[in-house]
């Protein structure tokens, strides 16, 4: 199974862009990228998902490499909320035990000082 | 407001007593999940379900039991047959294909001492 590499850990200071890059080298065609954050002690929330082209909501941009060996969740301008733990996930929808979709690694822990 | 609830917050037991935790959603979500996260780490799958009627093991079902009597609950029982049962519990819902994302509800703390 395709697996997932981030930083353990970053800073940002309020108010500015932070780029949180993920490591996917080993993705498949059919492997969506996901991110979903969780602030402490609460369950994980869905930030943004796509599969090759990039992708922005209100809350965050998705930039995806070219031969999709990497993306980075971009949050345009950090505030204090958005200290949390990120998760990157692979997920593919052809596989039909999806069960084994859902690996949520350790992931990176955004500190945002004021 | 839709979501997923669980309850208690918090749950504290004796070793050797079973315990079961609440999970409902009212999203209309085919898909549940439980996960477990210990400090520091990621969440890891304990069981999930498609479908009513049907649930399959995850990477560490061991010592834990569901059922899905009704699409809109999950309930996951931690027995005294698991070693290490201290723990955060999640539970999710997903609308049941893999595109789909997942809403976590807030989970429950369980201390077993």
């Known amino acids: 199974d395709a697996k997932t590499t981030q930083p353990n850990s970053m800073e940002s200071n309020e108010e500015e862009p932070v780029h949180l890059p993920c490591n996917h080298s080993?993705?498949?065609?059919?492997?969506?990228i996901h991110w979903y954050r969780q602030l402490p002690s609460q369950g994980p929330e869905y930030v943004i998902h796509?599969?090759?082209s990039n992708v922005n909501n209100r809350m965050a941009s998705l930039a995806i490499a070219e031969d999709r060996k990497s993306s980075t969740l971009i949050l345009h301008r950090a505030t204090l909320r958005d200290a949390a733990v990120y998760y990157c996930?692979?997920?593919?929808?052809?596989?039909?035990?999806?069960?084994?979709?859902?690996?949520f690694g350790p992931g990176t822990r955004l500190s945002v000082l004021p | 407001d839709g979501g997923i609830t669980q309850s208690p917050k918090y749950l504290f037991r004796k070793e050797g007593q079973n315990v079961t935790l609440s999970c409902e959603q009212n999203?209309?979500?085919?898909?549940m999940y439980w996960y477990r996260q210990d400090p520091g780490q990621g969440l890891r799958l304990i069981y999930y379900?498609?479908?009513?009627?049907?649930?399959q093991k995850g990477d560490i079902a061991e010592g834990y039991s569901v059922s899905r009597e009704k699409k809109e609950s999950f309930p996951l029982t931690v027995t005294s047959a698991q070693k290490n049962p201290t723990a955060f519990y999640l539970c999710?819902?997903?609308?049941?294909?893999?595109?789909?994302?997942?809403?976590f509800g807030p989970g429950t703390r369980l201390t077993v001492t």
């Open positions: 379900s498609q479908i009513v009627n049907d649930f």
């Open positions: 999203l209309n979500h085919d898909a």
């Open positions: 080993t993705i498949s065609g059919t492997d969506y």
């Open positions: 996930i692979l997920r593919d929808p052809s596989r039909r035990n999806y069960g084994q979709n859902f690996v």
């Open positions: 999710a819902s997903s609308m049941g294909q893999s595109r789909y994302e997942q809403y």
């Open positions: 796509g599969l090759t």
